[in-house]
């Protein structure tokens, strides 16, 4: 079974083996043997029952740990499932596979929080955010396969820890009010936009409502939204492009047990929270997730 797509760098393999209860399993293999005869070449995968399960329940560990933390950040702040759990992930899954899986439960955890915190719904707030979003989606999943996710993450890492902790430590947040419903049209578009490339559909609109000056509720109920209509459309696509394979589900089935009870126990604190103590969290959270895409990105970009 060939592993990954065009575009992606990833030195793992990936295929399905059998164990010896007869079970398949779709786990990350380290090396791979190759015999030819004549001009045909066989690839052959070791499988879990080989290579013992050791490395198959650390990945499986690692996958339900990744879900636990993120559910419960996203809970209390509405967002930033891919960013934490992604720091998580990196180190282990391949790419392709931790963009599905941090979308979904991303949108999971989103549908948790409708039911626990429910703050209303203002179409005309939202709706340039979501005609952006639905703009951008597309783009991002089109880019996927092509670009190199540790630069990206290199990128967008860097960003959050310079403009996070300085926003953190003024005294007095700058409040922006140019570009009105155009500029939310704007943001919107770049939340889509990392939405298809992996699930981080909250960030950038997450940051522009706290500049924004939005009430905690009101920026509640905008992410909220957003979020859970950009990751539908997003999970949706990656369904349709065949990004959703069925060796993904047994991983799928991990990740929503795992983050459910975290997921509601973030949403229930939140519901606690004074406006500066939430506004404090985020931007702590939006740095603290910096890092965690720098130190995932870094050491394999300068190896």
């Excluded at 295929?15 to 007869?22: L, P, Q």
Aim: proline letters at 4%; glycine letters at 14%.
């Amino acid at each position: 079974m060939r592993a990954g797509t065009r575009g992606w760098r990833s030195s793992r393999r990936w295929a399905m083996g059998r164990g010896t209860s007869g079970v398949e399993h779709f786990v990350p293999l380290a090396c791979h043997v190759e015999r030819g005869r004549g001009s045909t070449h066989h690839t052959i995968e070791l499988s879990p029952a080989q290579k013992g399960w050791s490395q198959v329940e650390t990945i499986y560990l690692l996958t339900a740990l990744g879900a636990v933390v993120a559910g419960f950040v996203q809970g209390l702040s509405g967002f930033a499932f891919g960013l934490v759990a992604m720091s998580f992930w990196a180190w282990a899954l391949e790419p392709r596979l931790a963009a599905c899986l941090a979308v979904f439960g991303a949108l999971t955890g989103q549908i948790v929080a409708a039911v626990t915190v429910r703050r209303g719904f203002d179409g005309k707030l939202l709706a340039p955010f979501l005609i952006g979003g639905l703009a951008g989606v597309p783009v991002g999943v089109w880019l996927l396969p092509h670009l190199d996710m540790q630069g990206f993450k290199a990128a967008l890492g860097g960003l959050l820890v310079l403009w996070c902790p300085t926003m953190l430590l003024s005294k007095h947040l700058p409040k922006l009010s140019f570009g009105g419903r155009y500029a939310d049209a704007v943001v919107g578009m770049a939340g889509g936009f990392l939405s298809g490339m992996g699930g981080f559909s909250g960030t950038v609109p997450t940051l522009w409502c706290t500049l924004r000056g939005f009430q905690k509720d009101t920026q509640r109920s905008v992410i909220q939204n957003f979020n859970l209509a950009m990751l539908s459309v997003t999970l949706g696509i990656y369904g349709v492009n065949g990004l959703i394979t069925r060796e993904v589900l047994p991983f799928f089935a991990i990740v929503a047990p795992a983050m459910l009870i975290p997921s509601y126990l973030g949403a229930r604190l939140y519901i606690g929270l004074s406006e500066a103590r939430f506004r404090q969290i985020v931007l702590s959270l939006l740095t603290v997730s910096g890092l965690g895409l720098l130190g995932s990105s870094l050491p394999k970009l300068l190896a």
